[in-house]
């Protein structure tokens, strides 16, 4: 340093210029902060670095010294001791300068900064103005980075190994009073960015999450995405749509806007769980889903605000296969809006709409289901819910037509707590029949009553209506028809395994044996009347 400083009354005077006492380009490393820079005593470098300034005038009240700095370094390059790859080409060209004195009139610009790894050249300038008023921001970009490069050439602190190839043609000029009024035709953007061959593992994956392609392009208003092309496990994805808000998201931490479309061929749910946590709809909740725990809960962005129109051909979730699965998602607000979600399942199909919601502290659910043809014993034996709700069901052989309503609350994992569901059930059977040897309950009233076999029940058009609450499922009145035998079922049953029913037969008298029908013949006209 060379000049002076002087105390005033109210401030100080300086006088100064200042520069490097030596020229290497070491000494532009000893300005990055050890935490990203680590130990740079062995580093090799070649090249110059000049850096010089000045700072001239009074700083009183709002006033600062006029001043100014200069960085300039060319054709430098960096070797780290214990890292593979030589950072070559290097240059800089930064000035920082104020020539009122006014803190707002302060310029930074970054007319050039250059680099290469091997093949790989990256590039940028940016220029700031305005600093305190309304910053006024024009940057530019360009270049490729292999991350698995740039880890082996600059002491980068990462957990897991990057993989894969950025390439970026990117140029922006913004002022964040347009970014905070929204105004974002005051606002030019342009370029183009693509990642290819991207691998990362993490904790949030089970298994290595690979980006084969990844496309985007921008201009003032969203960010087109045309190609997102992924695969983890036994998945593949395809996504593509619109980035909305981008600036107000960066800047301004607004919530992120956006519409994308998503298919796949096959889609492993379980290929992007966590090892201890697994998640689920409310609708297709299994037994084995059932009693698995999480260690976290599973929420719902709050800075989203999205729609996500789906396609898959396959979709396996623990035991359960859904193919041909299509449907539109809102994300908004905490909460998943679910819109005609459709699936084939179990020989036929189910509609689905809803939400799931995760805003409060106890996550809830709301949904429709409309089941069309479904095979009614993997049905109502798969899927924890439908099990509760008619455990009897399983011993029917055909297919059902089922319109549920269904709320209640979620546990941390997104799975339905199955005692706090409430709502409404209708089906009918199609070309069905009972298997009574299937359950013990029915073997058991077949063995009393001579002649009678519950598997010849005739359940044509048989339709029959649930309200469930509190763990508790009440059957609304019904009749079924056994020859010239009519019975009326009525009762309810809860998920604690208890029932209450009550079954009218209407018995002819040879159906209840010989004891019985000799015992009716010894009897007055008037009393068999009354029998």
């Not at 005609?340 to 995760?358: E, P, R, Y």
């Amino acid at each position: 340093f060379n000049g002076f400083i002087q105390l005033l009354e109210e401030g100080q005077r300086y006088d100064l210029t200042f520069s490097t006492p030596t020229n290497t380009f070491q000494n532009f490393l000893a300005l990055i902060p050890e935490e990203y820079s680590k130990s740079i005593e062995n580093v090799k470098t070649t090249g110059n670095l000049t850096l010089k300034g000045f700072a001239k005038g009074d700083m009183v009240g709002d006033k600062i010294p006029t001043f100014g700095l200069e960085m300039f370094a060319d054709n430098a390059t960096v070797k780290y001791p214990d890292l593979r790859k030589t950072i070559k080409d290097i240059s800089i060209d930064l000035k920082v300068n104020n020539a009122t004195g006014i803190t707002n009139d302060t310029k930074v610009n970054l007319n050039k900064f250059a680099m290469r790894i091997d093949q790989d050249v990256f590039w940028a300038k940016a220029n700031v103005s305005n600093m305190l008023v309304n910053p006024f921001v024009d940057l530019a970009a360009k270049g490729t980075i292999n991350l698995a490069n740039l880890s082996q050439a600059y002491p980068i602190s990462l957990d897991k190994k990057l993989a894969g190839i950025l390439k970026a043609d990117i140029a922006t000029q913004l002022d964040m009073k347009s970014v905070e009024t929204k105004n974002y035709q005051n606002i030019k953007a342009q370029g183009n960015l693509s990642l290819a061959q991207f691998v990362y593992e993490g904790e949030e994956f089970v298994k290595p999450f690979h980006i084969d392609q990844l496309s985007m392009a921008f201009n003032p208003s969203h960010i087109g995405l045309s190609a997102f092309d992924a695969r983890t496990g036994n998945t593949e994805l395809h996504l593509n749509g619109t980035i909305d808000n981008l600036y107000g998201f960066v800047f301004k931490k607004e919530i992120l806007k956006g519409n994308f479309n998503l298919s796949s061929n096959k889609l492993v749910v379980n290929d992007f769980m966590q090892p201890a946590a697994v998640s689920s709809s409310p609708a297709t909740t299994t037994k084995a889903t059932q009693s698995s725990t999480t260690a976290s809960a599973i929420k719902v962005p709050a800075f989203l605000d999205c729609t996500l129109s789906a396609k898959a051909g396959t979709v396996l979730y623990d035991n359960l296969t859904l193919s041909n699965v299509s449907g539109k998602l809102i994300i908004k607000d905490e909460k998943v809006a679910l819109e005609n979600l459709k699936t084939d399942i179990f020989g036929g199909n189910i509609a689905l709409a809803g939400d799931v919601s995760t805003k409060e502290a106890t996550p809830t659910f709301d949904v429709n289901l409309n089941l069309s043809k479904l095979n009614i014993a993997e049905a109502f034996t798969q899927i924890t819910m439908l099990e509760k709700i008619a455990p009897i069901a399983k011993v029917v052989q055909g297919k059902v037509n089922t319109v549920i309503k269904v709320k209640g609350k979620l546990k941390s994992d997104l799975t339905p707590e199955i005692n706090t569901i409430s709502g409404d059930l209708f089906a009918s059977l199609i070309d069905s029949k009972v298997v009574s040897e299937a359950s013990p309950l029915l073997s058991a009233l077949d063995s009393q009553f001579t002649g009678l076999n519950l598997s010849n029940l005739n359940l044509k058009d048989l339709k029959a209506a649930v309200d469930f609450e509190d763990g508790k499922v009440k059957i609304k009145p019904f009749t079924l028809k056994y020859k010239d035998v009519a019975i009326q079922v009525a009762g309810s049953h809860g998920f604690d395994q208890q029932m209450n029913y009550k079954l009218l037969f209407n018995v002819p008298p040879q159906m209840l044996g010989k004891e019985a029908e000799n015992l009716l013949t010894k009897l007055t006209p008037e009393n068999q009347k009354k029998i």
